[in-house]
């Protein structure tokens, strides 16, 4: 815009150059083309001008070097034009009597270029904002109506209706595998109150019924108390405690293993933790054999791993008809610690809900009245604090847990 304005300018220059070459300019120019023009002789004197300009100083001072040059500027101190800057054009003229500058004048052109463009393209610009504004409410709000109706069901769910589940999408995109998310998340959560509320009621039971016992036995010592053989009495309710002492500690173990996972890990040889264990054990009802590869090496808390070794050859020695093997070894990057006993075996059947809080299969408790039924489930949340899985495989005769984590680099 402002290069065809300098054009316009030196049109109109060269106009009054044909016009008025070696000819005498009239007082009064009139002028349609541009804002304002003077013609100003060598010694600075406005000799004609632009009705508007009529008795007004020079609106320029700066001059064209040679005869047959122009020059333009940009200036902001106009006579006539206040607070408006101006492109100023000029060129020498031949004219009848000394050779005259002729300037003339238009105003800068804004940053809008014109006042009905700029309308023009504010109103284009509201109409499309407006277009967009509307498209994009639409669009919103049919993509997170799924997400309304999600916030909706879930809003329904409380601790004890957990059977909620928030509708998915049709449409493969991100709001349908958060729904997918939240439907995962909330079966997991269902399943884990539901194994803390069964885990509390047998907790209870296994509780209460030594505190039962122990109660009815008082009750009647103390209706006869001279005919209760009291030291009998003591050995009775010592058990009963102790057997409360142990579902204590083993509850409190686990909820320990359920509320922190950042066990202090070191390098640990397998095969000396085996060794560091059968040296520190009373000799049992039968044998412990090893076979015990070298180098098995992983990364464990030694107190966790420790435990879950002397629950699984107590466990062993308890159901065993001749002996216990022990073995470790390393399976590529895996290592295995596996305990075998000869004895009976678990049907397959049975073999995941042996781990299973306080389950107890009816051969473990003939063989150990005061059992928590909480070993194995200690075992398993061990291995599981160590990145590890414990499961009971198929040996051909017998049972032969096995520990698989792994390997330390």
Known sequence: MTDHRLRHLYSADLEMLHRFAHHAPPPVLHVWEVAAMQFVDRAGRVVSASG????????????????????????????????????????????????LIVYSALPVPPWYVSQELAARLLAGSALWLAIVALGTYHLVGR???????????????TVTDLGHRVPVPAHHDEIRYLATIVNHTLELLEGAVKRERRFTAEASHDLRTPITGAILRLEEALMDPNAVDWPRMAKDLLSDVERQ???????????????????????????????????????????????????????????LLSRLLA???????????????????AEDDTAVLAVFDDGAGIAPEHREIVFERFARLPESRERDQKGTGLGLAICREIAHTHRGTLTIEDPGQGTCLVLRMPLMN
């Open 311 to 329: 629950n699984l050859l107590d466990n062993a020695q308890r159901h065993a008809a001749t002996a216990v093997t022990v073995a470790v070894r």
């Open 245 to 303: 002492q142990a579902i204590a500690e083993d509850i409190l173990t686990l909820a320990r293993l359920d509320a922190d996972r950042t066990a202090q890990h070191q390098r640990t040889d397998l095969a000396e933790l085996v060794r560091t264990e059968l040296r520190r054990r009373t000799p049992g009802r039968v044998p412990i054999r090893t076979g015990l590869a070298p180098d098995v090496v992983v990364s464990s808390d030694r107190l």
């Open 52 to 99: 508007r300009f009529q008795g007004r100083p020079r609106m320029a001072t700066f001059v064209p070097s040679r005869r047959h040059s122009a020059m333009d500027r940009r200036l902001c101190d106009v006579p006539g034009f206040p607070g408006q800057c101006m492109m100023i054009a000029a060129m020498w003229v031949p004219a009848l009597g000394g050779d």
């Open 143 to 157: 993509t997170l109506r799924p997400v309304e109706d999600m916030t909706a069901e879930l809003a329904e769910i």
